[in-house]
Structures are given as C-alpha cells and as structure tokens.
Nanobody, 124 residues
Framework: QVQLVESGGGLVQTGESLSLSCAAS????????MTWHRQAPGKEREAVAG???????NIADSLKGRFSISRDNAKSTVYLQMNSLKFADTAVYSC??????????????????WGRGTQVTVSS
C-alpha cells in the first residue's frame, strides 16, 4: 500500500501562483504513475496532471500553459505548479498513485491509492 500526503494548499488571489506537493511513502517501488486531481464544489472530480514512472507527462488540455507537474524521485514527491490562478481553479486538490500488484494467480492488478487532499481557494 502507498500512503500519500498533500500539502501546499491555501488562499491566494487571482493571478497568483501556488505549488502543491504530494509525498509518497510505503510501497513506492510499485508506483507506475501519479496523478493530481481536483474537485470543485458541486462538480465531479477531474484529472489535472499526471506523470508516469518513465517520466511521461499529461496535462489537462484546459490547463496547459498554466499548470505543470514535476517530481523529485529522491524525496518520493510529486509537485503541481499552478500559475495565473483563476477563481475557477478553486477546489480540493488530491493526488493518487497507481501501483501494479501481482496476484497469487500471476495476474496483474492496478491499485490506486489516494491522499486526503488539500484545499486551494482563489479569491476573485
């Protein structure tokens, strides 16, 4: 199992920047990808940005140019850099880690672990 702890959320004004961190612990060697998600009040959760073990990065089309994702392998931490923040970016941001588990049958299973999330509030 992988434990995830997010940090860095807070209250900022429109146009400002914020960097979130997601620190992983536990069976981190099994992690194949980590993803940042967000859920705004009254809306469904959406994927924001992800990074694979191989370093492939995917950013939601609507956020390209403002959001970026990076990682520090030595610290087992993934970062979400958010620039030019808008009121619409207000949400709870959480990270997930996908791990590949080998079952006793020899089959593979993908397990997703979640952090508790951190609140980002952008004042207009």
């Amino acid at each position: 199992q992988v434990q995830l702890v997010e940090s860095g959320g807070g209250l900022v004004q429109t146009g400002e920047s914020l960097s979130l961190s997601c620190a992983a612990s536990g069976n981190i060697e099994r992690i194949t990808a980590m993803t940042w998600h967000r859920q705004a009040p009254g809306k469904e959760r959406e994927a924001v940005a992800g990074i694979t073990r191989g370093g492939d990065i995917n950013i939601a089309d609507s956020l390209k140019g403002r959001f970026s994702i990076s990682r520090d392998n030595a610290k087992s931490t993934v970062y979400l850099q958010m620039n030019s923040l808008k009121f619409a970016d207000t949400a709870v941001y959480s990270c997930s880690a996908d791990s590949t588990i080998i079952l006793p049958t020899g089959e593979y299973e993908v397990r997703r672990d979640w952090g508790r999330g951190t609140q980002v509030t952008v004042s207009s």
